[in-house]
């Protein structure tokens, strides 16, 4: 028998999906939108982490360990903005009826992708010719 006095849980939380943005679309945007919420709290607390930081102690394997950590959370905070930027650029493609649609070559980007990535902005083929391209642009590294 339940008891009248259980609380009933808590409703999902949907954005609410705005016009213009058809029905194709409402898991994407629902997946950006929690993707986007989440990553401004992990950036929000790193960056805080990375402002943090203790002053030289005198111990120099301390300090080193201290300006690693720093370092670290340097490039995670930098890859979530970055992150951040895709996700927040494939919400604008959504209300700009650009969504799925391959920038460069404008073909339509498969559903299946969509769904792997949902900020993608590139069918695979073209993805991997952009990736080896700034890969041969790239300066080469020398070792010591």
């Not at 080193?64 to 490039?75: G, N, R, S, T, V």
């Not at 493609?93 to 299946?112: F, K, M, N, S």
């Not at 969509?114 to 700034?134: F, G, H, K, N, S």
Request: glycine share 8%; aromatic share 6%; proline share 7%.
């Amino acid at each position: 028998m339940r008891s009248k006095n259980r609380a009933s849980p808590a409703p999902a939380r949907h954005p609410v999906v705005p016009a213009g943005i058809g029905l194709r679309w409402i898991w994407h945007y629902s997946a950006l939108c929690a993707l986007r919420d989440r990553l401004r709290g992990e950036i929000g607390r790193h960056s805080q982490e990375a402002t943090e930081s203790s002053g030289p102690g005198g111990d120099p394997g301390d300090d080193a360990a201290i300006e690693f950590e720093h370092e670290a959370a340097l490039k995670l905070l930098e890859s979530e903005e970055n992150a951040l930027m895709e996700i927040e650029a494939a919400i604008e493609r959504l209300h700009g009826g650009t969504y799925g649609v391959c920038e460069a070559t404008g073909r339509r980007i498969p559903d299946a992708r969509l769904r792997a990535i949902p900020w993608c902005r590139y069918v695979v083929d073209e993805q991997a010719r952009q990736e080896a391209a700034r890969r041969q642009l790239a300066p080469a590294k020398f070792l010591p």
